[in-house]
Nanobody, 126 residues
């Protein structure tokens, strides 16, 4: 069971990136997915999550309106579309998965997830 996040890179402030999360060994369709990030010297924080089943989403307040988490069942992938990027969005981004269906209040807590992928670095800089 492995997760992998893709799509990081260097982007200018105001730019966009789309991160993708893919799995081997299981189907993401059956899991709630979270996106997390960790900036240098800071704690990891939950950026967005999308519950399996009802598809409800939750976002960190600082990314609300700029980031969108979505699922493509045909490709068995989950995406994080990031628009209007800011230097403070610079971090290593991780996707995580859980077979459980956490309530929205804990959907962005890292303790809610059993499976974690390797991160992808996003750098927002001019």
């Amino acid at each position: 069971v492995q997760l992998q996040a893709f799509g990081g890179g260097l982007v200018q402030p105001g730019g966009s990136l789309r991160l993708a999360c893919a799995a081997s060994g299981f189907s993401l369709r059956d899991y709630t997915i979270g996106w997390f990030r960790q900036a240098p010297g800071k704690e990891r924080e939950g950026v967005a999550c999308r519950r399996k089943g009802d598809g409800n989403t939750s976002y960190l307040s600082s990314v609300l309106g700029r980031f969108t988490i979505s699922r493509d069942n045909a490709k068995d992938a989950v995406y994080l579309q990031m628009n209007s990027l800011k230097p403070e969005d610079t971090a290593v981004y991780y996707c995580a998965a859980t077979k459980r269906n956490p309530i929205m209040g804990v959907c962005r807590r890292d303790g809610s997830y059993e499976y974690w992928g390797q991160g992808t670095l996003v750098t927002v800089s001019s």
